[in-house]
């Protein structure tokens, strides 16, 4: 589960929650990109560590998890939802066709640029000499010392731009799965129609029709909430247990009270 800000409104938070494998892993790309744009605010020593460190995982989950060819099936099951939706005279006064046409063919970009064969995201970071020797380490507590890799001691004393040039180039194979990235999930997290619950004694449960799978399941709750929640659940079936969450020494328990949320189940 993803507890994000609102960014339309900084009073609530929204606690996300992957029904899948597949998202799991496009929310998992999506928060190790944030930190890296949090670490290019400020230029230093320790955020220039970072950023290797966070495209080295990247790197590691588009190889363990295939996603590179998981990311195109969820383009292309996208687009067919699209094309279907464009087509079919019943859903022509629900949508908007020209925003349709708009996401077509910026799915289709993102297909070209992944589906060509010489594309190996993550290829140039692997085959980097520097890059390869940090990756061997950062799994030794304190083995990135500058005493243990004074190559890597040299690179961040170099200039700013120097460093800055080098990470674009680095991560330039990257930029496409980032992209799709970003719009899969922009995607995905407008496909719902909000609805206001309540659970009973902290507990909600709910059940999703066979013919509309869930992608995403989103609770928003107010910032000054002294609770929590802890969703759970597969593609047709979900719960949301509310905990106490002010008092980070004490195990959470369920709490006793009813609870009013927003809920969105992302169906696309």
């Known amino acids: 589960m993803t507890p994000i800000m609102d960014q339309e409104n900084n009073k609530n938070i929204i606690y996300e929650h992957p029904m899948n494998e597949r998202i799991r892993n496009l929310l998992r790309i999506e928060h190790l990109y944030k930190n890296i744009e949090n670490c290019l605010k400020e230029d230093s020593e320790q955020n220039c560590r970072t950023i290797l460190e966070v495209l080295l995982h990247i790197s590691e989950i588009l190889v363990r998890s295939d996603m590179?060819?998981?990311?195109?099936?969820?383009?292309?099951?996208q687009l067919d939802l699209f094309n279907v939706l464009r087509s079919n005279d019943e859903y022509g006064n629900f949508v908007d066709i020209d925003r349709l046409n708009v996401l077509n063919n910026i799915i289709g970009e993102q297909l070209k640029n992944l589906q060509d064969l010489s594309f190996d995201p993550g290829k140039v970071l692997r085959n980097n000499e520097l890059v390869r020797i940090f990756n061997q380490r950062i799994n030794i507590p304190g083995g990135t010392c500058n005493f243990d890799l004074p190559r890597l001691h040299y690179w961040l004393e170099e200039s700013e731009f120097k460093r800055k040039q080098d990470l674009i180039d680095w991560s330039s194979d990257l930029v496409p799965i980032k992209e799709s990235t970003n719009i899969l999930l922009n995607n995905i997290r407008k496909s719902s129609t909000p609805?206001?619950?309540?659970a009973e004694s902290g507990f909600y449960h709910k059940q999703i029709g066979g013919n509309t799978p869930c992608q995403l399941i989103r609770v928003i709750m107010n910032h000054s909430s002294p609770y929590y929640p802890d969703?759970?659940?597969v593609k047709h079936r979900f719960t949301v247990r509310f905990?106490?969450?002010?008092?980070?020494?004490?195990?959470?328990?369920?709490?006793d009270n009813?609870?009013?949320f927003e809920l969105h189940c992302c169906i696309l």
Do not use: Y
Not at 68 to 77: D, G, S
Not at 243 to 255: A, F, K, L, P, V
């Open 68 to 77: 590179k060819n998981e990311i195109i099936k969820e383009l292309k099951r």
């Open 258 to 260: 009813d609870i009013h």
């Open 243 to 255: 905990m106490e969450g002010q008092n980070s020494n004490i195990r959470s328990t369920q709490i």
């Open 195 to 198: 609805t206001h619950e309540n």
């Open 231 to 233: 969703i759970s659940g």
